[in-house]
């Protein structure tokens, strides 16, 4: 029996809630108790109908029906302990019982239906922001084999801050992921203005280094605009990135900014590409004196695999508190998938490892390096 959530529930209020949950179940003990003890001279009756009612409230249709059956176990239980059958009081309390406990559990199943409702209209115009500032990768990147996964957390309809781009230029492809720290529509805000400066500089700068620093600048910018940010975000705001370029040599370049390392898959083992000096996130460049002037660069031969993803990835959790074991489950699926398939897979272990409970946003970009195809007008390989 899963209860409903309560919106917006979390620390002191969650705890608060959690409390009002158990109300009728400890009402239920209190007149179980006093119905078998000397103290059954008091009338329970009332406190005994306010168990489905007050369930009703916060525990949702089946908590409803849960308490409702608890009350008339112990009315059957304590009248036949009093001997109290075939008193018009037993009967009446019988009838009360019923009438609240249908009138509750009707009332709950449509308190639960409209808030369906409601957040299904609310997440559909979430998912239609997001869908505006993020676009599927294209299936042919130059030597690149591609597709991307992009998963809304099962906490709400709140939007999220993650982000990705891949996109083909003169330098090679160029790839992009992030994670911008919070949720609504100031991450959505970040993510469309990282994503603006990323999608600009790719075609102009042939550093790679630069490329990070232009994002870096732009949301800088942003975050100077008086009044457009609150405190919180100006005291705490930051911005995980990853930028990855394939150039037709068969290497993978990248530059690091506090973001999970992406995981090469060569040989059936995949291996994390830990850059060799941590780099902190955007925004938080002042932590630093010096900030890697090149981009790291490792083999990706024809035939490898490299997936970027976001930290929603790694701390997805199961009941027992265990991390998604990423790296386990990318080498039991091979290169044999093909991007497509291979992340509707990851999908699905996902879901199973959550129980279909995300509990942040999930952003993955897998790439295949396919054999040297003829050059294309921007430097890149053809695309099919």
Not at 61 to 84: E, F, M, Y
Not at 88 to 109: C, D, E, M, P
Not at 306 to 327: K, Q, S, W
Request: with cysteine; hydrophobic share 45%.
């Amino acid at each position: 029996m899963h209860p409903p959530s309560w919106p917006g529930a979390g620390g002191h209020n969650r705890i608060l809630f959690t409390l009002m949950q158990c109300v009728p179940f400890l009402i239920a003990l209190a007149v179980l108790v006093i119905e078998l003890t000397p103290a059954h001279f008091i009338y329970t009756g009332p406190f005994l109908t306010a168990v489905p009612a007050l369930a009703a409230v916060t525990l949702g249709p089946k908590g409803t029906a849960a308490a409702a059956a608890l009350a008339l176990a112990i009315s059957v239980t304590t009248a036949t302990c009093n001997g109290a059958w075939g008193s018009l009081q037993v009967y009446s309390n019988f009838l009360a019982l019923a009438l609240v406990s249908a009138a509750g559990f009707i009332t709950s199943r449509a308190m639960q239906e409209r808030r369906r409702r409601e957040l299904d209209q609310v997440r559909s115009i979430a998912v239609a922001a997001q869908d505006v500032v993020l676009r599927p990768v294209p299936a042919r990147l130059g030597p690149l084999r591609a597709a991307s996964l992009c998963l809304a957390a099962g906490t709400g309809a709140r939007v999220g801050g993650d982000l990705y781009e891949a996109v083909q230029t003169r330098y090679g492809v160029r790839m992009i992921v992030g994670d911008v720290r919070g949720k609504g529509l100031v991450a959505v805000r970040a993510v469309a203005v990282a994503l603006g400066a990323f999608r600009e500089a790719v075609h102009y700068e042939e550093d790679l280094v630069e490329v990070m620093n232009r994002c870096s600048a732009a949301l800088r910018r942003e975050v100077a605009v008086p009044g457009a940010y609150g405190h919180e975000v100006l005291m705490e705001g930051f911005t995980t990135a990853l930028i990855a370029q394939v150039p037709d040599q068969p290497v993978v370049q990248l530059v690091n900014r506090g973001h999970p390392p992406p995981l090469l898959l060569h040989q059936g083992r995949a291996v994390p590409l830990t850059p060799s000096v941590p780099s902190p996130p955007l925004g938080l460049e002042d932590l630093v004196t010096d900030l890697p002037e090149k981009p790291e660069t490792h083999v990706f031969m024809p035939g490898d695999r490299l997936l970027l993803y976001t930290d929603g990835v790694i701390e997805a959790r199961n009941r027992a508190g265990e991390f998604f074991a990423l790296p386990e489950a990318m080498e039991g699926m091979g290169v044999g998938p093909t991007p497509p398939v291979f992340l509707e897979q990851l999908h699905q272990a996902l879901t199973r490892h959550t129980d279909g409970d995300l509990a942040d946003d999930v952003a993955v970009i897998l790439a295949d390096r396919l054999e040297d195809l003829p050059r294309s007008p921007l430097g890149g390989a053809d695309r099919g």
